[in-house]
Structure formats: structure tokens, C-alpha cells
């Protein structure tokens, strides 16, 4: 497949160019190669509770520059869309301090989690929330039937922790969707499409412009298929070889190019 018309690389960040605290081989080199081709280059990260500077620090740890502007995070996108809907909007917020932040930082006025009226509430923001409980959850589904608007910041199941596998954002936005008998209003993450189409309207890039390179078939590349995106699978996290012939691999799931990782695209962007 060509890539030459390809203007904007819009990248998952783990397993694609970074493993734990280190970069993936390759990753560096190719974000240089991109830039002074002067193709864009945008990171696009579900995170619902990591904030900007840890993500910029992470890269830099491991060697990797990356611009602030460069970087697009479900959990700020999330803030910019509900200002941008209803201005000074009144939030409940299910999630983690650094999604307060970044919702106060856009002006939404985040209601406190207990006593609160459900018919005072414009939005009902999902995100990872450790300290989630009955009475939060009962809050956020009685706003909802009142009519806000049911926003998930990402719709991801699980989130890796300090042990294992800990509850992600889905989880909550699944257990609210059982009680409403429907999914959210607004889904900002991957494999929704919103995300990636901010980030290309930030550079004024057309979707057939842009590439989406990840490695989760179900997430980014269902994601950057329906977005309209050429993608690009790379098996340097979480898809395996045997993933390919998967169901899941298959529709939406079809990776339009599958690479081992991101140093096998040098070749290729020339
Ligand atoms: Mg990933």
C-alpha cells in the first residue's frame, strides 16, 4: 500500500512506540523521519486519568521528544467537546481528580458527588474512578434518566495496574448502560471515531490524509477504519499474527497494512 498521500500519523502510544518505560525500537527514528518530511505527527491516547505531563514525561524518559500540541488525550478532548456544546455546562463527574481538572480548566462546573439534584445536571462524564460507589452510580443514571447527557471518555473494559488488570472506564459506562438499556451519548475513545477526528481537525487534516497507527485491533483500528483512516496494525503490543485471522480482525477490524512494529514503517514513508 502507497503512503506517500499520507499528510498526518496519528499514533496509539502503548505498544506502538513505547513498552513499559522504554521505546519501542525504531520509534524515535521513524517520528524523526516523519517530521522532516514535514508529515504530522499526533499521539492519540484513551487515558481517562493520565494527565498531559506524565504522558510528555513518559516520552521523555524514554528518550522520545514529542511537542505539547502533538499529543491529543481522550480525557482533555472530552472537556474541549462539552464546552464547546454547552458552554459553563454542569458536570457529574464519575472519574479520576485529573479529569476534574481538566473539565474546570474548560469551565464546566463539576457538582459534588453526594446530594446532588439529578435534574441539575447537564452531562454525566465516565471515566476511571477509583473511588466509584452505589450511591455515585446511583446519582449518575437517575441525571441521566432526567436527561443529561451520558458522555464515556473511553469505553476501555480494563486498564493495566500495579497488579494486573484493574477496571477501565467501560466497565462503569458498561454497568450505567445496563441500567439505561443503551450505550453512551457521546464516546470520545478509541474505537469511536471522535478522537481521532479532533485531532485531524486541529491540523485542518482530512481523514483520507491521515494514517492511524496501533496495536489493538478492536480499538485503533476499528477506530481509524470507520474514522475513514488508512491503518496501520503493528505487532510490537497487544495484537499477535494469530490475531489476523481473529473475527475480530475482520470489517472494521481489517488493518489496512500490518507491520512487526514501527521500525518496518521507515521503509515505507519515504
Ligand atoms: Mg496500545
Do not use: W
Not at 450505550?183 to 485531524?200: S, V
Request: aromatic letters at 4%; glycine letters at 8%; hydrophobic letters at 40%.
Amino acid at each position: 500500500m502507497e503512503l506517500r498521500h499520507i499528510k498526518g500519523y496519528l499514533f496509539d502510544i502503548d505498544g506502538v512506540l513505547l513498552l513499559g518505560k522504554e521505546a519501542i525500537p525504531g520509534a524515535k527514528e521513524l517520528l524523526d523521519a516523519l517530521r522532516s518530511r514535514g508529515k504530522h505527527v499526533l499521539f492519540v491516547s484513551n487515558t481517562s486519568s493520565r494527565s498531559r505531563l506524565q504522558c510528555i514525561e513518559q516520552f521523555t524518559r524514554a528518550g522520545i521528544q514529542i511537542a505539547d500540541e502533538e499529543l491529543f488525550l481522550a480525557s482533555e478532548e472530552t472537556s474541549h467537546y462539552i464546552a464547546r456544546l454547552k458552554p459553563k455546562a454542569r458536570a457529574y463527574v464519575l472519574g479520576s481528580k485529573g479529569l476534574y481538572a481538566e473539565l474546570e480548566k474548560e469551565g464546566i462546573a463539576i457538582l459534588p458527588s453526594e446530594n446532588v439534584d439529578p435534574q441539575a445536571v447537564d452531562f454525566v462524564v465516565v471515566g476511571r474512578d477509583r473511588t466509584l460507589t452505589y450511591d455515585k452510580l446511583t446519582t449518575a443514571f437517575q441525571a441521566i434518566t432526567h436527561g443529561a447527557k451520558f458522555v464515556a471518555v473511553n469505553n476501555d473494559p480494563t486498564v493495566p495496574g500495579r497488579n494486573g488488570l484493574e477496571p477501565g472506564a467501560g466497565a462503569i459506562v458498561a454497568a450505567l448502560s445496563a441500567m439505561l438499556g443503551r450505550g453512551p451519548d457521546i464516546n470520545m475513545g478509541k474505537p469511536a471515531t471522535l478522537l481521532l477526528e479532533m485531532a485531524a481537525q486541529h491540523r485542518s487534516l482530512k481523514p483520507h490524509e491521515c494514517a492511524m497507527v496501533g496495536d489493538t485491533i478492536d480499538v485503533d483500528i476499528v477506530a481509524g477504519n470507520r474514522a475513514g483512516m488508512t491503518t496501520i496494525l503493528v505487532l510490537s503490543g497487544n495484537a499477535s499474527r494469530e490475531d489476523l485471522n481473529s473475527q475480530a480482525a475482520q470489517g472494521d477490524g481489517r488493518p489496512d497494512i500490518v507491520v512487526p512494529s514501527v521500525r518496518d514503517l521507515l521503509d515505507m514513508i519515504a
